[in-house]
């Protein structure tokens, strides 16, 4: 599976940029799908996740409320809307997928997942 980022860019604090991922070389349906991030001299960090089938998703707290994932399983693409942006955002967005045998399983552990996007990068200006 080959997953391929876009979107990022600079944007200032309080505006909104949307991530999109898409997938090839497997069956999209058949994959959790997870956008982490990770900025300079931190740790990557899990930003949400949605489940193969796009009922089920999770937020991390420092985001919640303010992005949202979305996926379509016809069109191989996974997105990220994130409103109300903050400097604290600012970083190295990775989309990433987990191949799981059900349809409803989330995770938020980056060692679950399988396959990894070359991240994309996002800068809120104050």
């Known amino acids: 599976v080959q997953l391929q980022a876009s979107g990022g860019g600079l944007v200032q604090a309080g505006g909104s940029l949307r991530l999109s991922c898409a997938a090839s070389?497997?069956?999209?349906?058949?994959?959790?799908m997870g956008w982490f991030r990770q900025a300079p001299g931190k740790e990557r960090e899990f930003v949400a996740v949605v489940s193969r089938n796009g009922v089920n998703t999770r937020y991390a707290d420092s985001v919640k409320g303010r992005f949202t994932i979305t996926r379509d399983n016809a069109k191989n693409t996974v997105i990220l809307q994130m409103n109300s942006l903050k400097p604290e955002d600012t970083a190295v967005y990775y989309c990433?997928?987990?191949?799981?045998?059900?349809?409803?399983?989330?995770?938020?552990?980056?060692?679950?997942?399988?396959?990894w996007g070359q991240g994309t990068l996002v800068t809120v200006s104050s």
């Open positions: 990433a997928a987990a191949a799981r045998p059900f349809m409803s399983t989330i995770t938020t552990s980056p060692l679950q997942y399988n396959y």
């Open positions: 070389g497997g069956t999209f349906s058949s994959l959790v």
